[in-house]
């Protein structure tokens, strides 16, 4: 059974930062593309950063230089540090894979997503 499992999340004040993770199972995700997304109450959801099996990185602008994405494939665990954070990015983050690795910004190209975590940044 393949699984998806973010933590991490949390209620910290602006400025501060947060490690989110995602642990994952049932297959091996070292060739796939892996996105954090999120969203916020009453919005869309929304591309936050990618990362494809060769470790090159893609972010939105709202997040670009703050936020960082990384793997560790032996770990088959993916990783979004945030740092200066704004209120906001308050929202329930979601990690996805893509299995054909197209490490894009739409929602629709990945085939496997976790439960979310809550991160919530007070001013």
């Known amino acids: 059974q393949v699984q998806l499992v973010e933590s991490g999340g949390g209620l910290v004040q602006a400025g501060e930062s947060l490690r989110l993770s995602c642990a994952a199972s049932g297959r091996t995700f070292s060739s796939d593309a892996m996105g954090w997304f999120r969203q916020a109450p009453g919005k869309e959801r929304e591309f936050v950063a990618a990362?494809?099996?060769?470790?090159?990185?893609y972010y939105s602008d709202s997040v670009k230089g703050r936020f960082t994405i990384s793997r560790d494939n032996a770990k088959n665990t993916l990783y979004l540090q945030m740092n200066s954070l704004k209120p906001e990015d308050t929202a329930v983050y979601y990690c996805?894979?893509?299995?054909?690795?197209?490490?894009?910004?739409?929602?629709?190209?990945?085939?496997?997503w976790g439960q979310g975590t809550q991160v919530t940044v007070s001013s």
């Open positions: 990362i494809a099996f060769n470790n090159s990185t």
């Open positions: 996805a894979a893509d299995p054909l690795g197209r490490r894009g910004s739409k929602w629709q190209l990945y085939e496997y």
